[in-house]
């Protein structure tokens, strides 16, 4: 089929040409004396991304799932208890880590399509007067359902109970798209990947860590090398890694970040927020309904859309790639099946939304399912189209 492929999933992203001019480069001597120069203040604008001063945001070769790794490894020793909750898979898969780990999890089960339970946490919290948790783990966006949650409400809930259990974020669909603040909310260790906000092909795990989290090694803990946070910290001070980085990554690594901070942070999470409207708009123009329970829980980085009953999600998804080129994302697990989804986030504007749109209802029309042609991405149009609109929400 002639023409582009449409990339419509919630990671990878879609990657812009700056990125792609910036990577392709000669490969370089990451130990040559004026690689500091590079690195340094590449170090110091990630910074500026996670909003964090005190802390540090370290690079690491990898995914995410090597960023939730180093949280763990770095902090923790084993038979700590965590207190985390599962709502969608990727927090399913984190609270798996800990316990490979060796680590004593209280594991709250949640409805696929709410997000963290604050109440039940500070149940948790309140009652654990020996404050033998040590960490309280929080998917900030659960790419598998469409659920954004509380972390600012968390860290509330850690200060008015004087805890002192560090925690911890999975920002992998957030961090870079939506708002995050990690000194002001108080988060310890948060995890992004490169393949989602930043813009970039999967390889590079980056973990902003708070000043706190940095002292709290505790003797005895658990084995690190290829994560250990001081080995990075040491290298990092003169601009150096502890070994070979991906280079590559990284140059490609400074042209996202340049993008991210010349639109500005606020204007970046206020476009995703746009754009994350006009989809749900169109899912409600079907007569479909998100995964997502309520308002609150919806995601501005990826809609996870429920099917009919007696529909199988997959067969849209199928449709859509093999007739269409447009790649949507599939549910996995609990929702395999009965959702497919739609990634909003990172190199995105307008008519790449109402492309991914146009595509979907082509695919579910392809497969039987009855709404009128052109109702999904005519009600985006209708939003996006209305002056004032998107920041008459925003403030609600």
Known sequence: MSGFKGLAVPGPTNMPFEV?????????????PDFPEFTLPLLADLK???RTETGHVFVFPGSGTGGWESAIANTLRPGDRVLASIFGQFSHLWVDMCRRFGLKVDAIDC?????????????????????EIKAVLVTHNETATGVTSDVRAVREILDQLGHPALLFVDGVSSIGS??????????????????????????????????KA?????ANGLPTCFFDYQDMLKFNADGYFPYTPAATLLRGLRASLDMLL???LDAVHARHFRLAEAVRRAVGAWGLRLCAQDPRWYSD???????????????????????????????LSKVAGKVFRIGHLGYLNEIMVLQALGGAELAMRDVGLSFEPGSGVGAAISYLSEPGADAALAAQ
Not at 187 to 194: E, F, I, L, T, Y
Not at 214 to 218: H, V
Not at 314 to 330: R, T
């Open 111 to 131: 409805d696929w399509g709410t997000g963290v339970p604050l109440d039940l946490y500070e149940a948790h919290l309140a009652a654990d007067r020996g404050h």
């Open 262 to 264: 010349d639109e500005g």
């Open 48 to 50: 500026t991304v996670f």
């Open 214 to 218: 940095l002292a709290s090694r505790p």
């Open 20 to 32: 792609r001019r910036a990577m392709d480069v000669a490969l370089e001597d990451h130990r040559a």
């Open 178 to 211: 939506i708002e995050f603040r990690q000194e002001e909310w108080g988060v310890d260790v948060a995890v992004a990947g490169s393949q989602k906000g930043f813009m970039l092909p999967t390889g590079l795990a980056i973990v902003g860590v708070s000043a």
């Open 301 to 331: 980085t990826v809609s996870a859309i429920v099917v009919p009953e007696g529909v199988d999600a997959n067969d849209i998804i199928k449709s859509a790639y093999e007739k269409f080129d447009l790649s949507l994302g599939g549910g």
